[in-house]
């Protein structure tokens, strides 16, 4: 059980960093390089005892990020992003495109906000053409994701952890879980 339970990892400034496996974070916690702010009903036993799971930590000492809370661009984030859904007609195929809302050869750029998943037919139909001159619309507003959602998508854990997260990754992570 232990072995997939994961624990949010803040950082001393109370940013969420990433997930780590809980067997991490109580060592963290016995050499006090973290400190518990949430725990669990779930009871570990270790070789010093008893304790209540951790589901967040803090780190002690500033862990310094650069870019924090930014993800690479490129293709395959874009459709993490998009969950592989074609942004028009909502549909997931095996082969995903992505689509500039804005053509390349109308000046658009390659960013987050100009870039979605799109099927095939969906990018073949759209063209080279801006999107009010098609008739299609996106089925949701493109957005710059957060670190957080995509290098540790946390797996599968009780609900109780995802609802002690929740207020941590809030502030920082649109939809965040
Ligand atoms: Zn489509």
Same mark, same amino acid.
Request: hydrophobic share 35%; aromatic share 8%.
């Given at each position: ?69 930014? /993800? $690479?661009?490129? @293709? +395959?984030?874009? *459709?993490?992003?998009?969950? !592989?859904?074609?942004?028009?007609? %909502? ?24 870039? /979605? $998943?799109?099927? @095939? +037919?969906?990018? *073949?139909?759209?063209?080279? !053409?801006?999107?009010?001159?098609? %008739? ?32 941590? *990754? ?8």
């Amino acid at each position: 059980m232990i072995e997939r339970l994961k624990v949010l990892v803040l950082n001393n400034t109370y940013e969420p960093l990433h997930f780590c496996p809980a067997r991490r974070a109580v060592s963290m916690l016995l050499t006090e390089r973290a400190e518990q702010i949430e725990s669990d009903g779930v009871v570990l036993h270790s070789f010093s005892g008893q304790m209540a799971c951790p589901t967040v930590i803090r780190l002690k000492r500033h862990v310094r990020i650069p870019n924090w809370g930014m /993800v $690479a661009f490129s @293709k +395959k984030n874009i *459709l993490r992003r998009d969950r !592989r859904t074609c942004q028009y007609c %909502g549909q997931s195929h095996d082969e995903m495109t992505v689509d500039h809302i804005v053509p390349r050869s109308l000046g658009g750029d390659s960013s987050w906000l100009n870039v /979605v $998943a799109a099927c @095939k +037919k969906c990018n *073949l139909k759209k063209g080279n !053409r801006l999107i009010g001159d098609t %008739g299609m619309r996106l089925i949701q507003k493109p957005y710059i994701p957060k670190f957080i959602t995509f290098s540790n998508h946390p797996p599968t854990v009780p609900d109780s952890f995802i609802k002690s997260w929740h207020k941590y *990754l809030a502030a920082y992570v649109k939809d965040p879980l």
